[in-house]
């Protein structure tokens, strides 16, 4: 692997500019364009990063210079008020226990997802039981009729004898005797 040029910070054109040797046919290793892709998606993001940070810069010199061009003074020179003081630790009180709650309902909320969770497996498994019995008892019945039936085809295959009578019509489930 080529080794970033820069020294301390990392750009993304350092990152960019990492190679890594290609794997050999057959032994394990990273596929080069997989290695090449996460290399892109870091750049990207270091990339971003440095144009946020940029902005920020900037914003922090605008309000500086027209805080200079209108006779302020640099932020935090001024001793707050206590009204502001209070001000201040009571909404940051507030924050803390509005951030309490989120914990606390994040971890409610894990809990009941959990539970359900655990309840739609255990009722999807009762079901899939019951599935496999009506399966079962539904198979037997097929094998049985098939029976049934592969026995009346080799009946009625056989030929009928003259001093033979004929045997009686079987009765098959679910078909209906006709009464004489």
């Given at each position: 692997?080529?080794?970033?040029?820069?020294?301390?910070?990392?750009?993304?054109?350092?990152?960019?500019?990492?190679?890594?040797?290609?794997?050999?046919?057959?032994?394990?290793?990273?596929?080069?364009?997989?290695?090449?892709?996460?290399?892109?998606l870091v750049a990207?993001?270091?990339?971003?990063?440095d144009r946020a940070?940029?902005?920020?810069?900037?914003?922090?010199?605008?309000?500086?210079?027209?805080?200079?061009?209108?006779?302020?003074?640099?932020?935090?020179?001024?001793?707050?008020?206590?009204?502001?003081?209070?001000?201040?630790?009571?909404?940051?009180?507030?924050?803390?226990?509005?951030?309490?709650?989120?914990?606390?309902?994040?971890?409610?909320?894990?809990?009941?997802?959990?539970?359900?969770?655990?309840?739609?497996?255990?009722?999807?498994?009762?079901?899939?039981?019951?599935?496999?019995?009506?399966?079962?008892?539904?198979?037997?019945?097929?094998?049985?009729?098939?029976?049934?039936?592969?026995?009346?085809?080799?009946?009625?295959?056989?030929?009928?004898?003259?001093?033979?009578?004929?045997?009686?019509?079987?009765?098959?489930?679910?078909?209906?005797?006709?009464?004489?």
């Open positions: 692997m080529t080794e970033p040029r820069s020294q301390g910070r990392l750009t993304p054109h350092d990152i960019r500019q990492v190679t890594f040797p290609p794997s050999r046919f057959g032994s394990r290793g990273y596929r080069e364009a997989d290695v090449d892709a996460f290399v892109d990207d993001v270091l990339a971003d990063r940070i940029a902005r920020e810069r900037e914003e922090v010199h605008r309000v500086k210079d027209w805080r200079r061009a209108h006779g302020m003074a640099e932020q935090g020179t001024r001793t707050p008020s206590p009204e502001e003081v209070h001000l201040y630790s009571r909404a940051q009180l507030r924050a803390e226990a509005l951030e309490a709650r989120a914990e606390q309902i994040v971890v409610q909320a894990e809990a009941a997802a959990q539970q359900r969770f655990t309840e739609i497996l255990q009722r999807a498994g009762e079901q899939a039981k019951v599935l496999g019995v009506h399966a079962t008892v539904i198979r037997a019945q097929l094998e049985a009729q098939l029976q049934r039936l592969i026995q009346d085809i080799h009946t009625l295959g056989q030929p009928i004898q003259p001093d033979t009578e004929m045997p009686p019509p079987q009765h098959l489930p679910g078909t209906h005797r006709i009464h004489d």
